[in-house]
C-alpha cells in the first residue's frame, strides 16, 4: 500500500503569519500555487487559500476603491485569513485515508506534518490524481 510521503510536495513554500494578504497574493500568483501552509518562526500554524483570500477581501460591489482596498490588504496579515485548524497527515499515512479525508470533507490538499508537529509537505488533489494515473493498470 502507498503512503503520503511517496506522493506528497515536499518542503512546500510557506509565508509567515505576519506576512500581509497582499504577499500571500503574490506569492500564489508568481508560483502558480492555490494554497500556502502558514508558519510563525519556524512552526506550522495554519493553512491560508486563494479561497480564503477570495472569501477574505471585499466584493466588487464594495464603496472602496481599488486603492483603499489594496491598502487593507497590505495591512492586514495572513494569520487574519488562514485557518488555523486544517487537516493534517502524517508521511506515514495511507494514500487512500488521505484521500478519503480530501473527499469527505470537500477540500483540495492537506498538510503533512511529522511526529513533532513540524511541516514536511503537503499533499493536493493533483498528487493524488498522479498517484491514481501511475498505479492504476492502462487499458
Given at each position: 500500500?502507498?503512503?503520503?510521503?511517496?506522493?506528497?510536495?515536499?518542503?512546500p513554500?510557506?509565508?509567515?503569519?505576519?506576512?500581509?494578504?497582499?504577499e500571500?497574493?503574490h506569492?500564489?500568483?508568481?508560483?502558480?500555487?492555490?494554497?500556502l501552509?502558514?508558519?510563525r518562526g519556524?512552526?506550522?500554524?495554519?493553512?491560508?487559500?486563494d479561497?480564503?483570500?477570495?472569501e477574505?477581501?471585499?466584493?466588487?460591489?464594495?464603496s472602496?476603491?481599488?486603492?483603499?482596498v489594496?491598502?487593507?490588504?497590505?495591512?492586514?496579515?495572513v494569520?487574519e485569513?488562514m485557518?488555523?485548524?486544517?487537516?493534517?497527515v502524517t508521511?506515514d499515512?495511507?494514500?487512500?485515508?488521505?484521500?478519503?479525508?480530501?473527499?469527505d470533507?470537500?477540500?483540495?490538499?492537506?498538510?503533512?506534518l511529522n511526529?513533532?508537529g513540524?511541516?514536511v509537505?503537503?499533499?493536493?488533489?493533483s498528487?493524488?490524481?498522479e498517484?491514481l494515473?501511475?498505479?492504476?493498470?492502462?487499458?
Amino acid at each position: 500500500m502507498t503512503n503520503v510521503a511517496e506522493w506528497m510536495t515536499p518542503n512546500p513554500i510557506t509565508i509567515d503569519a505576519g506576512c500581509s494578504i497582499i504577499e500571500a497574493i503574490h506569492m500564489m500568483k508568481e508560483r502558480k500555487i492555490r494554497r500556502l501552509p502558514v508558519t510563525r518562526g519556524n512552526r506550522f500554524v495554519g493553512v491560508v487559500t486563494d479561497r480564503m483570500i477570495m472569501e477574505y477581501t471585499p466584493s466588487k460591489a464594495t464603496s472602496l476603491d481599488t486603492w483603499e482596498v489594496h491598502y487593507l490588504l497590505a495591512k492586514t496579515p495572513v494569520s487574519e485569513a488562514m485557518n488555523p485548524k486544517p487537516f493534517t497527515v502524517t508521511p506515514d499515512t495511507p494514500l487512500i485515508e488521505a484521500a478519503r479525508i480530501i473527499h469527505d470533507n470537500k477540500i483540495y490538499g492537506l498538510c503533512v506534518l511529522n511526529e513533532g508537529g513540524d511541516l514536511v509537505g503537503i499533499l493536493t488533489t493533483s498528487n493524488i490524481l498522479e498517484a491514481l494515473i501511475a498505479l492504476c493498470p492502462k487499458s
